[in-house]
C-alpha cells in the first residue's frame, strides 16, 4: 500500500471538507476515507499527542489545542488506550480496525486506523464511524433471534401434546394435563380450569395449581361476573399486561399474585362456552408480563383441549350401552364404580367436600306385587327422571341395583347433601299419584384421606339401613 505524507494543502482540506470537486483527492489521500464520517478524522503521533483533527472532530471536542492527550479528550474515564494500534507496533500503510464504547458520551465507534508518515515521523489516521445504532439494532435482532426461538420451542412442546391429549378418555385426567402443560409451556406459576355448570349458569373450578386450597373449593363465579366470567359470556380470549393500568378491569392487584399480568381463554365445545382456562404470575423473565404470542399458544392448547372434550364426548356416546341401565336409562353400577374412583381421587387431591346418597323405593315388593311388574318397571323409570331433575350438572345419579339409586355430590358438604336428598324425597312423594311412594335415604360423608371407597359405600349402605329401621321415608346421615 502507498505510503502517505501530508501536506498543509492536506491539513486544510481535511479541515474544511465541504469542497465536492475535491472527494477524488481525499479519496486518494487515504482509502479508508472514500465514504464521509460524521465524527471526522485524527493524527496521532506514537506518545499519544494530537497532531491534527478535522472539523468534524475539533467541532465536537471544542476545538482543543494541538498537542493534546488523545485519551484526555476521546475517553469518558481519562485513562490511556491500552490497545491503542501505536502501542502495537502498526505499520506505514497497514489499517487496523478496533471498536470502542468509551468515547464520546459513551457511543460505541468503530475506529479505523491506518499507519502513516506526518512530517517525516511515524503517525496514525484515525477514522471514527459512529456504530452506535448499529450495535443497538444488532442487539435488538439478537433478541428477536432468541425470542424466536423460544417460542419456536413453545409452538412444538404444544404440537407434540396434541396426540397426548386426544388419547385422554376421562375429563377430570383431561384437565389435570391442561393445567400440567399450560403452566409448563408458558413457564407460569398459577392456572385454573374452570367448567360451566349450565344448571346454575356458574363457573367452579375443577382443575388448578398454584391455588390454595380454599380458592379451589369456593370459587364458583357468574357467567358476565369477574374476569373468567367475562371471558366465558363474550367466549373472547383476553391479554391483560397490568391490572392496575388496564382500562377495562383496573383494580389493585391481589396480594397473593407475584405479577400484575394474566392471560385467560374460553374452551368450547360444540359451538358453546364451557369454561375458561386462566394463567397468571409468568416466571420468565421474571416478573415481565404475558405477550400476545403467549395468549396465541394458550388458545391453540385450549383449542386441541376442545377437540379432546368433543372426541371424549363422542368416545361416552359409544360406551352409552356398557355404562347406562337399559331400564331407566341412568348411569349403570359399573359407571358409578368409576366415577366413585375418580371423585374420591379428586377429594383425596384437593381436600375437597363429597357426599354420597343411597336410597332405594319404600314397599317396593308390596307395589310389585300389587300393580305387577310392568308398573313396576315404570315406577323405576318415573324415579329416575324425579332423580335427575332434582341434581345438578355435577352431581351424578345412578341406579346400584334393584329399586335401589345412589348420587355423587362432589364438593358437596353434609348441610348441602341434606337439602338435595330432602328435595329428592319431597319430589317422589308428590309426584306418583297412585298409589303413595316414598323414598328412605342414607348420606355419607368421605373422610380424606384414610377411608376407602368401599368403606364409603358401606358408609352410605349403613345410613340407608338405618333410615329404614327408623320408619321409613326419612333421610339418615351416617355420624
Not at 257 to 269: L, V
Not at 472 to 477: A, F, L, P, S, V
Amino acid at each position: 500500500m502507498e505510503k502517505y505524507v501530508l501536506k498543509e494543502a492536506d491539513l486544510q482540506f481535511l479541515r474544511s471538507q465541504t469542497a465536492e470537486d475535491d472527494y477524488q483527492k481525499l479519496y486518494r489521500f487515504n482509502q479508508t476515507l472514500v465514504n464521509t464520517i460524521p465524527y471526522g478524522v485524527g493524527v496521532v503521533d506514537g506518545e499519544g499527542n494530537i497532531l491534527f483533527l478535522s472539523k468534524q472532530l475539533e467541532d465536537h471536542l471544542g476545538k482543543p489545542p494541538i498537542g493534546s492527550k488523545c485519551w484526555d479528550l476521546y475517553r469518558d474515564d481519562k485513562t490511556q488506550c491500552l490497545y491503542c494500534p501505536l502501542r502495537k507496533n502498526i505499520k506505514v500503510g497497514e489499517t487496523r480496525t478496533i471498536e470502542s464504547s468509551g468515547v464520546f458520551g459513551g457511543k460505541i465507534f468503530q475506529i479505523t486506523h491506518t499507519g502513516m508518515i506526518f512530517d517525516g515521523k511515524k503517525a496514525v489516521l484515525e477514522v471514527y464511524h459512529d456504530i452506535t445504532e448499529q450495535k443497538k439494532n444488532e442487539e435488538k435482532i439478537r433478541i428477536l433471534a432468541e425470542n424466536l426461538k423460544t417460542e419456536k420451542q413453545k409452538l412444538e412442546k404444544v404440537l407434540s401434546i396434541d396426540l397426548r391429549m386426544r388419547s385422554i378418555r376421562k375429563l377430570n385426567d383431561l384437565v389435570d394435563f391442561v393445567v400440567e402443560k399450560s403452566t409448563e409451556i408458558l413457564e407460569a406459576d398459577r392456572c385454573s380450569l374452570m367448567l360451566l355448570d349450565a344448571g346454575s349458569n356458574e363457573l367452579a373450578i375443577r382443575g388448578a395449581k398454584g391455588l390454595d386450597d380454599e380458592i379451589i373449593t369456593g370459587s364458583r363465579v357468574k357467567l358476565g361476573s369477574s374476569i373468567s366470567g367475562m371471558v366465558a359470556e363474550e367466549s373472547c380470549p383476553i391479554l391483560v399486561k397490568d391490572i392496575e393500568s388496564n382500562v377495562r378491569f383496573a383494580r389493585q392487584n391481589r396480594p397473593s399474585y407475584r405479577t400484575k399480568s394474566f392471560i385467560s381463554a374460553p374452551i368450547k365445545a360444540h359451538n358453546k362456552v364451557i369454561g375458561v382456562v386462566n394463567i397468571a404470575d409468568k416466571k420468565s423473565p421474571p416478573g415481565g408480563p404475558f405477550s400476545e404470542t403467549d395468549l396465541s399458544i394458550l388458545c391453540t392448547i385450549v383449542h386441541l383441549a376442545s377437540v379432546a372434550i368433543e372426541n371424549a364426548d363422542f368416545i361416552r356416546q359409544l360406551t352409552h350401552l356398557s355404562m347406562t341401565d337399559s331400564m331407566t336409562g341412568m348411569h349403570n353400577h359399573r359407571f358409578f364404580v368409576r366415577t366413585l374412583d375418580q371423585e374420591v381421587s379428586r377429594s383425596k387431591r384437593y381436600t375437597t367436600s363429597l357426599c354420597l346418597l343411597m336410597m332405594d323405593i319404600d314397599n317396593f315388593k308390596s307395589y310389585n306385587d300389587t300393580f305387577g311388574h310392568l308398573e313396576g318397571d315404570q315406577l323405576l323409570k318415573t324415579v329416575g327422571r324425579i332423580l335427575k331433575a332434582s341434581l345438578r350438572v355435577t352431581d351424578v345419579a345412578c341406579r346400584y341395583a334393584g329399586d335401589e339409586f345412589v348420587i355423587i355430590l362432589p364438593e358437596t358438604d353434609v348441610s348441602e347433601a341434606m337439602i338435595v336428598a330432602e328435595r329428592i324425597k319431597k319430589a317422589v312423594e308428590t309426584s306418583l299419584s297412585n298409589q303413595k311412594t316414598t323414598m328412605s335415604i342414607g348420606l355419607a360423608k368421605y373422610a380424606v384421606p384414610h377411608m376407602s371407597k368401599y368403606d364409603f359405600i358401606l358408609k352410605a349402605d349403613t345410613a340407608l339401613y338405618e333410615a329404614k329401621k327408623r320408619g321409613k321415608n326419612r333421610i339418615h346421615c351416617f355420624e
